[in-house]
């Protein structure tokens, strides 16, 4: 079976720009997690997905990340307007035990200048 | 809500010693899961181990841990550290939240 694949692997972005991250999940896995990973703050949660529906929005990232799952096989991570605070890995992990065995995918690395 | 601590951001330790990662955490809930990830450097970060059985020693590749309730840890030893041990090493928690809380991560720097 094919791991959790995420495109693209890096980004540079202008500030204010709109930057799309995609994620397809382990085939099966009804569990789907954005992250974003920085050296300060770890592993902080941007999105959590169930069976496709939204279950945790992050909080703090409501107003410029959006993420979807258009179906179960495919998810997007939308940063719109990008900051040079945004620079950081963007990772996003699968599971089917509700998050208890989460598979990563690679990481999107985001550049913002 | 849910939080996990890990009060070291670097452990760095000679080849050979014992190793021992901390962990504590937060819950208003009795049945907690806790996890160790493991990010190699230029891999995908993957489970190490987990439990949610209170005093029960859980072991994989090497590493131990044991969930401790009383004191709301779980830390993760190895008793000889190795070179290939050098990573980030994440402690979680889950609860009856709908999500997994991810502490801020140890990076393990194993020295010869």
């Known amino acids: 079976d094919a791991g959790v694949t995420q495109t693209p692997r890096h980004e540079v972005a202008e500030k204010g720009q709109t930057i799309i991250l995609k994620c397809e999940p382990v085939?099966?896995?009804?569990?789907l997690f954005w992250y974003r990973q920085t050296k300060i703050q770890g592993l902080e949660l941007l999105s959590y997905f169930r069976s496709k529906s939204l279950m945790e929005d992050g909080g703090a990232f409501k107003d410029r990340f959006k993420a979807e799952m258009l179906n179960s096989s495919f998810s997007t991570l939308k940063i719109q307007p990008t900051e040079p605070k945004d620079s950081a890995v963007y990772l996003c992990a699968s599971s089917e035990d509700r998050g208890h065995t989460q598979y990563f995918g690679p990481g999107t690395r985001l550049l913002v200048l | 809500g849910d939080s996990v601590t890990q009060k070291e951001g670097l452990v760095t330790l000679t080849e050979g010693l014992p190793v021992m990662l901390n962990c504590t955490y937060q819950t208003i809930y009795s049945n907690a899961f806790l996890f160790w990830y493991v990010h190699y450097l230029n891999e995908s970060p993957r489970l190490l181990l987990k439990s949610s059985t209170d005093n029960k020693r859980t072991e994989h590749q090497g590493f131990h841990a044991t969930l401790h309730k009383s004191s709301s840890s779980f830390h993760l030893q190895k008793s000889s550290a190795q070179l290939s041990d050098s990573a980030l090493y994440y402690c979680a928690l889950s609860s009856n939240t709908n999500k997994v809380v991810f502490g801020t991560g140890t990076r393990l720097q194993v020295l010869p």
């Open positions: 085939s099966g896995h009804n569990d």
